[in-house]
């Protein structure tokens, strides 16, 4: 009867450290992408972007004085500058 039990508690204990290896992990992952400092890898400054449909009339116009791309988290900030 040992036998059978003990072989159900090292499952368990194996399932058990595996969870809280998985969950310290991300702890940490998390910690680091929240302290590391964002860093640019392009900016344009006083810039209009226009698209034109098939007929070539204006679809799309976007006008800004700065765009700023953060590519550890694929984001663009548009807006003014200041």
Do not use: C
């Not at 058990?16 to 302290?35: C, F, I, N, P, Y």
């Not at 799309?60 to 900030?77: F, G, K, S, V, W």
């Amino acid at each position: 009867m040992l036998n059978r039990w003990g072989g159900w508690l090292v499952l368990i204990s194996l399932a058990l450290a595996t969870t809280w290896l998985v969950r310290s992990l991300d702890d940490d992952h998390s910690k680091q992408t929240e302290s590391s400092p964002q860093v640019s890898d392009y900016t344009l400054k006083n810039f209009k972007s226009s698209q034109m449909d098939e007929h070539g009339r204006l679809k799309n116009q976007l006008i800004a004085e700065t765009m700023i791309h953060y590519p550890d988290r694929n984001a663009t900030i548009i807006g003014k500058q200041g």
